[in-house]
């Protein structure tokens, strides 16, 4: 019998992809920038609920601070 592989195991086996997107790799890019396209207005909004304010990743790298960060949805079948 053949089992298929999910796509967390799919991706987990594409050693470019891990290469690429772990935290080792990632982290000194972080923040990512995502460019807004040219001519795009500004946000008419003056004020938003929240406040994004980016405090660096390296806390990341503690594994005692792991339990406080949220599990990702899973889904059966993705």
Do not use: I, N
């Not at 799919?10 to 890019?29: M, N, P």
């Not at 500004?42 to 339990?67: F, I, M, N, Q």
């Amino acid at each position: 019998m053949v089992s298929e592989l999910t796509s967390v195991g799919t991706r987990a086996r594409d050693t470019v992809f891990v290469g690429e997107c772990s935290l080792s790799s990632l982290g000194q890019r972080l923040p990512l920038e995502w460019p807004t396209p040219p001519g795009t207005p500004a946000s008419p909004k003056r004020d938003y609920r929240s406040h994004y304010v980016y405090r660096g990743w390296e806390d990341l790298l503690d594994t005692t601070r792991w339990e406080y960060l949220s599990d990702p949805v899973v889904r059966p079948q993705d």
